[in-house]
């Protein structure tokens, strides 16, 4: 429940009391759940994998230098693939969010604007 600016208590509006439900619902948790379960662990190894490189360019720099081909060497090559990482990730959260997150979000939409 809200104030009035006298401290008076106010009820909740239709609107909001179905957003409460539904936020309180086990599909509204489970939906947290799943997303925690997938973006914290993927958040975790790409927040690794970025470390990795800007510490080995920082203090391996004989093994960053070692050239691959022509003047690319390992440095450079994990510089692209932190964007190559990048890319990746969307695409498998976006993947992700369509088939898991997006229906649930969908019908929970429709029952706090339709009321259903």
């Known amino acids: 429940m809200s104030t009035h600016d006298d401290g008076a ?5 239709p609107s909001e009391s179905r957003f409460v439900a539904v936020q309180q619902s086990s ?3 489970d939906l947290r759940r799943r ?3 997938w973006v914290l662990p993927v958040a975790a190894i790409s927040l690794l994998w970025y470390f990795a490189y800007v510490i ?3 203090y391996a720099k004989g093994f960053m230098s070692v ?3 022509g ?3 390992v440095a450079l090559i994990m510089g692209l693939l932190q ?3 990048t890319f990746g990730v969307t695409a498998l959260y976006i993947r992700f969010a369509d088939k898991v997150l997006d229906p649930v979000t969908a019908r929970m939409r429709d029952e706090i604007e339709g009321g259903v």
């Open 27 to 29: 599909e509204f948790q």
């Open 71 to 73: 003047n690319v060497n």
């Open 56 to 58: 080995l360019a920082a």
């Open 67 to 69: 050239k691959i081909f």
């Open 35 to 37: 997303y925690r379960r």
């Open 83 to 85: 964007f190559v990482t």
């Open 9 to 13: 208590q106010v009820p909740p509006s």
